[in-house]
């Protein structure tokens, strides 16, 4: 049996952490639309299930401290979101999961931005692959942010000593 509401809540956690990724660190309104597309209401003025599960993800995502905002719109989205400290570490973090390998003629600093999760969750987003998306989503949220170690990069700091200390 497919548990599609766990594929829908692994596509709106991505797109709800690219689009504030896409921003930080400016803090901005993350509408429900934006994620899931237009949705229409009832003939009561109430939002569909999957508007709702789509706003609940936002808040979790909030309550779980990946993201901060200042309030809720209504029902339409969070105001003044921003992803928070443990948020910005994990996405700009080296990934060990990848699905795609990267070309080693490109630039040392072109290699390591396709490295990072954040690299990871906008292809698993462009693939439109469901099994993609919810990997990476899960490996994100298994995750605890660890202090960055100089050695992450040596690849582009040239004569960097070995005893550098973490950058965190």
């Known amino acids: ?15 709800i952490l690219m689009q504030a990724y896409m921003t ?23 939002h569909s299930a999957r508007h709702m599960a789509c ?8 309550e779980e401290g990946y993201l901060r905002y200042q309030a809720t719109i209504f029902e339409e989205g969070l105001e003044q979101a921003v992803l928070t400290n443990k948020a910005f570490v994990l996405l700009t973090a080296l990934s060990e999961l990848r699905f795609d390998s990267t070309d080693p003629q490109l630039p040392a600093t072109v ?9 990871q969750f906008l292809r698993a987003i462009r693939s439109q692959d469901s099994v993609r998306t919810t990997a990476v989503v899960r490996y994100l949220l ?3 942010p660890s202090p960055v ?9 040239p004569n960097l000593p070995a005893d550098a200390p973490s950058l965190l």
Do not use: C, K, N
């Not at 706003?55 to 909030?62: K, Q, R």
């Open 111 to 119: 290699q390591h931005e396709r490295a990072t999760l954040a690299e």
């Open 142 to 144: 298994s995750r605890q």
């Open 55 to 62: 706003l609940g993800a936002m808040l979790w995502l909030a």
């Open 24 to 46: 930080f660190p400016r803090p901005g309104a993350l509408y429900v639309e934006d994620v899931i597309g237009p949705t229409e209401v009832d003939d009561v003025g109430l």
């Open 149 to 157: 170690q100089a050695e992450e990069f040596s690849d582009l700091i």
């Open 1 to 15: 049996m497919s548990h599609l509401h766990i594929d829908d809540f692994s596509h709106d956690v991505a797109r």
